[in-house]
């Protein structure tokens, strides 16, 4: 599919644009968590929706896990999210 290539290295410089952040889908369970890669926080409200999480790679696709299924795998794996992402090319 064309929009997972592109999402596969939407990140960039620790930003990325927000219609990529709309399109990146919710990583709601997993085989493995401890396989899940933190890349950043994000706390972005758009019109719609508001993204409060953080974006992570699982395999090779990059997946938004919520704040609340980050808090309830917390007991289970240990979080370490270094890097704030900005969103940038904001639709106003």
């Not at 706390?43 to 699982?58: E, F, I, N, P, R």
């Amino acid at each position: 599919m064309e929009w997972e290539k592109v999402l596969r290295d939407a990140v960039q410089g620790n930003s990325i644009k927000e219609l990529h952040l709309r399109k990146v889908p919710t990583l709601k369970t997993a085989d493995d968590w401890n396989k899940v890669i933190e890349v950043g926080l994000v706390d972005h409200k758009t019109k719609y929706a508001h993204y409060k999480g953080g974006l992570v790679k699982y395999g090779d696709r990059l997946f938004f896990v919520s704040d609340e299924r980050i808090d309830a795998i917390a007991q289970f794996r240990k979080w370490n999210f270094k890097t704030k992402i900005k969103i940038t090319d904001i639709d106003k």
